[in-house]
């Protein structure tokens, strides 16, 4: 598959994070977050190539792992958000093919569309308003709570969050909203776990919510298992 040629591009955000570089540190920082969209987290020679020999300034804007690679933790995020909206279209767009197929077929495949049902009650019951006044602040401070020096907010980590309570209600085939204490209880237990786990305790919500369902499956297992029918999954989510 070819690589992503684009990725959102705050332009608001960007001016005010370079108020305090010069315009050759300017071409610096975007020549490296363009290389970094391009290829991932640069080595040291990737660098010098670009740029040949970076600021301080700039610097301070990337991170280093373990490797030795830096990278901008704003643009890995908004690549992997990009990657995320791009593949939920997929699925969508193969969900609307099955779903055209499945009414010739449904004698044979009814059990085949269990999830597919559980999830579109689960998104019409799901209203937005609803779900930003009484779902999405309450999730953030649960996650605060276990995980204090987290810099994010309800508006940045809105969509990660209504991604993480979508999916915890597909779990247990409950409604969202009606349900939330149940959504609650069970993302406390799970902000509480990710607190104490060495990698995701440092990763942002977008990261967390991309991870969800290993992380879940490790928490009522204690490995990676699918967590089976229906049942089997309201049960996992009343006993995490």
Not at 69 to 94: D, F, G, P, W
């Amino acid at each position: 598959m070819a690589k992503d040629p684009a990725v959102l591009f705050y332009t608001s955000d960007f001016l005010s994070g370079v108020a305090d570089l010069t315009m050759e540190e300017r071409g610096q920082y975007i020549t490296l977050l363009c290389l970094q969209h391009q290829k991932g987290r640069l080595p040291e020679k990737s660098v010098k190539l670009a740029v040949n020999t970076i600021s301080q300034d700039v610097l301070k804007k990337f991170k280093k792992d373990e490797d030795g690679n830096i990278y901008n933790l704003r643009m890995e995020e908004e690549t992997a958000r990009r990657i995320a909206y791009s593949e939920s279209r997929k699925k969508n767009r193969k969900g609307n093919i099955s779903k055209s197929y499945d009414k010739d077929m449904s004698s044979h495949m009814s059990s085949h569309m269990e999830n597919e049902t559980e999830n579109e009650n689960i998104n019409k019951s799901l209203n937005e308003n609803e779900a930003k006044n009484l779902l999405i602040p309450k999730m953030f401070s649960l996650f605060k709570t276990h995980n204090p020096t987290y810099l994010g907010s309800v508006e940045h980590d809105y969509k990660p969050l209504m991604s993480i309570a979508r999916f915890l209600a597909g779990q247990g085939n409950i409604d969202p909203i009606k349900d939330k204490e149940q959504i609650f209880e069970v993302w406390e237990l799970l902000s509480e776990k990710i607190s104490k786990d060495n990698f995701y305790c440092q990763k942002t919500l977008l990261t967390i919510s991309n991870h969800i369902q290993s992380i879940a499956q490790t928490s009522v297992h204690g490995k990676k298992q699918k967590l089976g029918t229906s049942a089997a999954r309201t049960e996992a989510i009343r006993n995490w």
